[in-house]
């Protein structure tokens, strides 16, 4: 009963617990590093049909502080924190529930001393690291496409780390509660209209009053608006609430996670 309580408390964090699930999953992408990339050329393929033929037919975007740039420059940034919010989902939904309930990989891990907040960890530090290979090119595309304006875009690496990490722990949690293959159809009902409607095509000012608080509270908005700010050097303090968000809704999707692992395979 102390081991089981042990590895059910997520708290004290063991340093470097979950570094072996990291290196687990990359002996095992080493292999099968096509199917690794392949999730970079997505967002790719939608910035480079809005900046060639949609961006030619909407001309230059105007900021709400004035500033006037291509709208190819405006969805760009969108793509990027879309593209980490995908990678995360991803790889802490459908990998996980596989493993956890087909593979029965969790249920050998915690046979072990590694802990259920160790499992929690390693599988989103992994998600990080691979949203976070697939966010640094997909900013150098948009550099060479001469579609950053401002320094600040040095910071839009660790934002979409920062997205994903949100994502990655929400997806993880929700994960534990997921019965079957179906219930998958609810996250792609939450992705898809934030996809759509997190101004990432068309500014927030678009919608109406009533409509307007409901985009500016979902998680993918609060993304956008850091990557947007930091692509065109329109940054204010506010970001750090935004950020914020972002840092609570990771760190609660981790714990949950954690405690669903442990009631789940340590009965």
């Known amino acids: 009963m102390a081991t089981i309580a042990a590895r059910v408390v997520p708290v004290p964090v063991r340093l470097g617990g979950g570094r072996h699930i990291v290196e687990r999953n ?8 096509v199917v690794f990339l392949s999730g970079f050329f997505e967002p790719v393929f939608y910035l480079l049909s809005i900046g060639i033929g949609v961006a030619h037919l909407v001309g230059d975007f105007t900021l709400s502080d004035g500033t006037k740039i291509a709208y190819a420059a405006f969805v760009a940034p969108a793509m990027l924190a879309s593209s980490a919010m995908n990678g995360a989902i991803f790889d802490s939904t459908y990998n996980i529930f596989f493993r956890m309930k087909y593979a029965k990989l969790y249920d050998s891990m915690l046979a072990t ?13 992994w998600a990080l690291l691979r949203g976070a290979i697939y966010s640094a090119m997909f ?18 690496l660790p934002a979409a780390v920062l997205i994903g990490f949100a994502f990655a722990g929400a997806g993880m949690a929700l ?23 997190s101004a990432t095509f068309y500014p927030v000012e678009t919608y109406p009053a009533a ?6 509270i979902t998680p993918l908005y609060q993304g956008v608006v850091l990557e947007r700010a930091f692509a065109t050097g329109a940054v204010s303090w ?5 950020a914020f968000y972002l840092v609570a809704m990771g760190t609660l999707g981790m714990y949950v996670a954690s405690r669903r692992l442990g009631k789940l395979l340590l009965k």
């Open 139 to 156: 900013i150098l595309v948009m550099l060479v496409m001469g579609l950053i304006s401002s320094w600040w875009a040095l910071l839009a």
């Open 238 to 242: 506010f970001l750090l609430v935004h």
């Open 113 to 125: 001393p590694l802990r259920p907040w160790d499992v929690a960890t390693g599988e989103i530090t």
């Open 26 to 33: 990359f002996l095992l992408y080493r292999r099968s590093w």
């Open 211 to 216: 409509i307007r608080w409901l985009v500016e």
């Open 175 to 197: 994960t534990t509660f997921m019965r079957s293959w179906q219930d998958f159809e609810f996250v792609q009902l939450a992705i898809m209209p934030m996809f759509l409607f």
